[in-house]
């Protein structure tokens, strides 16, 4: 399952990857250099897949504006390759092995990295950034270009039509909107990425679709925090009797998809409800109980 919400899975063999070897500490963004026909993300994916040289990226941008996650976010993926004389020397820190360091991101251009972002390519690229960027406190100072690391080898990766300026304003005002004090629970506490998924400003655990929603119709008056709290895990699966259910747990309470109520039920709830805590499959779940 994809790391980033509304991410195409199309992920490479753990073959090719350096499996649970990344800290997080940088983001960096690609040009495809890709010949004519442009490719689609899964046309991309196929190369990664299959490519002798294994040079793996954690997400692909299509000109669409459709994303896919190739390499998982813990893992690191080998399309940064190592450092060439010259580079920045940000890099001299992580000269160990910048794959083991760095989240980072294709986006599809041509033969010489020509052509600018579409403007899907460029909204989606910029929202996936940020999201990262939140997730793991990577600081704008290290979004940095392939080509700072490989100055010699990729010195038009992602391209001289990259809205680098563009990018770190979105940066900003995302920042500042973060920040903006308002009455209401869920945007003081939320950030939306799209109508199906937030993301919590202080666990940052992903809350997304029908859990979403009865989450906030748990709300007492539409605006206040609903009295189970905040998310402290992000979805867990889960097997009952061959029927795949779905739990996460919040500061006060676990809420879980299971349409066929093959867990339990609740009256006057349909998909999603308050699971019982005491049920052992449930509390054998908690991620922070104590063993």
């Known amino acids: 399952m994809s790391d980033y919400p509304g991410a195409i899975d199309y992920f490479v063999d753990e073959s090719r990857v350096f499996v649970e070897k990344n ?3 940088a983001i960096v963004l690609h040009g495809t250099g890709s010949p004519d026909p442009l490719p689609t993300v899964e046309e991309l994916g196929g190369y990664f897949r299959s490519t002798p040289l294994e040079t793996s990226v954690h997400y692909g941008v299509g000109c669409d504006g459709r994303i896919a996650q190739y390499v998982h976010e813990s893992d690191g993926a080998g399309g940064n390759g190592y450092l060439d004389a010259g580079h920045d020397p940000f ?3 992580y000269a160990d092995n910048p794959n083991w360091h760095s989240l980072s991101i294709e986006h599809v251009n041509d033969s010489a990295n020509s052509l600018p972002l579409t403007d899907a390519q460029k909204t989606a690229s910029f929202k996936l950034i940020a999201y990262l960027c939140k997730k793991y406190g990577i600081p704008p100072e290290n979004i940095k270009s392939h080509a700072s690391l490989q100055p010699v080898q990729r010195a038009e990766c992602p391209g001289p039509a990259f809205p680098w300026s563009d990018l770190f304003n979105y940066l900003k005002e995302v920042e500042m909107q973060r ?3 308002t009455s209401n629970d869920f945007n003081t506490y939320f950030e939306e990425v799209d109508a199906n998924h937030w993301i919590c400003k202080r666990t940052n655990c992903v809350i997304q679709y029908g859990i979403k929603d ?7 008056d539409g605006q206040a925090l609903p009295v189970i709290g905040l998310p402290t895990s992000g979805e867990i699966y889960t097997k009952v009797n061959g029927v795949t259910i779905v739990l996460q747990f919040y500061e006060r309470g676990v809420l ?8 339990d039920s609740q009256p006057g709830t349909q998909s999603v409800y308050l699971a019982k805590y005491d049920d052992p499959i449930v509390s054998g779940l908690d991620p922070f109980r104590k063993k």
Not at 214 to 220: A, E, I, K, P
Not at 256 to 263: I, K, Q
């Open 23 to 25: 800290d997080h500490k």
């Open 91 to 93: 890099w001299d820190q």
């Open 179 to 181: 920040y903006t004090s």
């Open 214 to 220: 009865f989450f906030q119709s748990l709300s007492l």
């Open 256 to 263: 879980v998809y299971d349409p066929s109520h093959a867990l």
